[in-house]
């Protein structure tokens, strides 16, 4: 934690109360995290989110009116005595007796019922539950009312399954008492393994020197500073340290009056949780970071994923044969009729990549939507180009993520990757290309190169007749002269020539006009193609940024104390 916030939340809070409402907030807010980035995070980096969660949830349902205190400790620093003491009962056997004692013993102060479903889940056996209430001295004893100490087995037990109780039950407890003695209060495994683990943890957590009465008293003060100055390297500054003596009463009466005003605050349970959540967030901070992030990728990158996806579904190919098509159906309807036969024999170019031909304009476009065409297979360049944008929209996308995030947006933008072609296939079929309706100059000029042809023709035959009877020696037609030339001359010559010129004034327009045909159906590709983006690599790559900006949130929230 090295950020100005970080350093204030971490900051000893001591009589700070905490609301319960604010702490189920918070907690909601960690609950929320999970659920924006689950599936996107590597699930062993949420373990303790989720545990928290669950534990929270289970403390809070169960007794609050109740505060579990756990005597935690070394072999022999006094842990029993304490205990025993505290509940002027014979009832966890002291070291003499046995000097491992393993099991967690418990005391309840005030009735048992109410305190069993609470020990039913930290796991107290029924058969190691104590009451603290009797007729005699029940007046004493109210102001501990609500209190459940726990005896914990020692943390540096020789065997595993003790140390593994003792960590299952520090991580339950509202509130840990650490006892240590004169001998081995500076000993590293107490500081390293656990004083300094719980440093989010100091408004619960209460340092005694036990058997006090070993030390020469003026050596007492000697060593609370000592162990004071190591307790502010374990990050615990401020925590409360008593000094207690478990075989005198006298030297019992700091501890008690510290579990007393626990218990009467009924904060602990909240305070332990509290922390829970501020060491849960700390460690989730890295993976969610404080930077904002676009909301994705630039539009230069996207417009870099429509050539290549455009590319990939072939699309040029396609907008060639447009304008090959264009031609081809413009020349059979404007051509001199003779050369229109010859043209309508040969293949239209569109029906060679199974697009909808001319024959199909009024086609059914469901129809269109399920044929696969035979535009050709992408290109290996044009499929690794398609991968190296698919790489670049990802890039872009996760730029000021955290580093846990780049790799679930790269497995979003590549998740559809298989559906792809299909779909661009699809998008290909299914696109009107803009070659349905025959244009209307078409039917002008063809129309005039049929009057034209009509005319030549005529003046054909009339000529052959005029040359048939004169072969026949039969009377000569009259023919008429326009200006120096007979009419059927003229017409023959003049339909000729007026279709070959018109043929050849139709062939640039009909060029022209291919041309933006091709401009046209490449813009619908183009469009179509990007909304196909859009579905398959885009919105995915935004849902992660949204669960991203969701999980940033939450955590902002669960921050806040
Ligand atoms: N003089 C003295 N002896 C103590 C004190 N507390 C515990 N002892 C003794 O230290 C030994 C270990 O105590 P025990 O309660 O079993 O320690 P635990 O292992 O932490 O539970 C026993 O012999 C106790 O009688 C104390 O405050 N003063
Ligand atoms: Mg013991």
New binding site residues.
């Given amino acids: 934690m090295t950020n100005i916030t970080g350093r204030v939340r971490e900051a000893f809070r001591g009589d700070q109360r905490v609301d319960a409402d604010a702490l189920i907030a918070r907690l909601d807010a960690v609950r929320r995290f999970l659920t924006a980035v689950d599936g996107l995070l590597p699930d062993a980096e949420l373990v303790p989110a989720h545990t928290l969660v669950e534990r929270a949830g289970t403390r809070l349902a169960l007794s609050r009116d109740h505060t579990v205190v756990a005597l935690a400790?070394?072999?022999?620093?006094?842990?029993?005595?304490?205990f025993?003491a505290l509940a002027q009962l014979e009832l966890?056997p002291?070291?003499?007796r046995r000097p491992t004692?393993g099991v967690t013993h418990a005391c309840v102060w005030g009735p048992l019922e109410g305190a069993n479903r609470l020990l039913d889940w930290i796991g107290v056996l029924p058969r190691h539950r104590f009451v603290r209430e009797s007729a005699l001295d029940a007046d004493d004893e109210t102001a501990l009312h609500g209190l459940i100490l726990l005896?914990l087995p020692?943390f540096d037990s020789v065997q595993r399954s003790h140390r593994l109780e003792v960590d299952r039950l520090l991580g339950l407890v509202d509130q840990v008492v650490w006892?240590v003695?004169p001998q081995k209060y500076a000993d590293r495994v107490i500081h390293d393994s656990y004083l300094r683990e719980f440093h989010r943890h100091r408004d619960v957590t209460v340092v005694v020197l036990?058997?006090?009465?070993?030390l020469p008293p003026a050596e007492v003060p000697r060593v609370l500073d000592d162990l004071r100055r190591l307790l502010d390297t374990d990050g615990l500054t401020g925590v409360p340290l008593l000094s207690?003596?478990?075989?005198?009463p006298a030297?019992m009466v700091g501890l008690r009056g510290a579990l007393e005003r626990t218990v009467a605050e009924r904060q602990a349970a909240l305070r332990r949780l509290a922390g829970d959540v501020d060491t849960v967030v700390a460690g989730l901070d890295e993976l969610v970071g404080s930077a904002r992030p676009a909301g994705g990728p630039d539009d230069s990158t996207v417009d870099g994923l429509n050539r290549a996806l455009a590319g990939a579904a072939g699309v040029p190919a396609v907008t060639e044969a447009v304008q090959q098509a264009y031609r081809h159906r413009a020349v059979a309807a404007t051509g001199w009729p003779l050369v229109r036969g010859w043209r309508r024999l040969r293949p239209d170019p569109l029906r060679r990549l199974h697009l909808p031909g001319p024959a199909d304009a009024g086609a059914d476009p469901a129809e269109s939507l399920v044929a696969a065409t035979s535009v050709p297979d992408p290109t290996a360049a044009q499929r690794s180009a398609l991968g190296l944008a698919i790489r670049a929209v990802a890039d872009r996308a996760a730029v000021d993520l955290p580093a846990a995030w780049p790799g679930a947006v790269t497995a979003a933008a590549r998740s559809r990757l298989g559906d792809l072609p299909d779909a661009l296939d699809r998008t290909i079929a299914g696109t009107d290309l803009g070659l349905g309706r025959r244009p209307l100059w078409w039917r002008v000029v063809g129309g005039v190169q049929w009057l034209v042809t009509l005319a030549a023709v005529v003046g054909l035959g009339w000529l052959v007749l005029g040359y048939a009877l004169r072969a026949l020696g039969l009377p000569a037609l009259d023919n008429p002269m326009v200006g120096q030339v007979p009419l059927p001359t003229l017409l023959l010559l003049g339909g000729l020539l007026a279709g070959l010129l018109l043929a050849a004034l139709t062939r640039p327009v009909v060029r022209w006009a291919a041309r933006r045909a091709r401009a046209r159906a490449e813009q619908r590709l183009t469009a179509k193609v990007a909304r196909v983006g859009e579905e398959y690599v885009l919105t995915p790559v935004r849902v992660v940024l949204g669960s991203y900006a969701q999980a940033r949130d939450a955590l902002r929230d669960a921050a806040r104390r």
Wanted: charged share 25%.
């Fill in positions: 400790g070394a072999t022999g620093s006094g842990k029993s005595s304490l025993n966890s002291v070291g003499v004692t005896d020692d006892v003695d036990n058997q006090a009465d070993r207690t003596t478990a075989i005198d030297g």
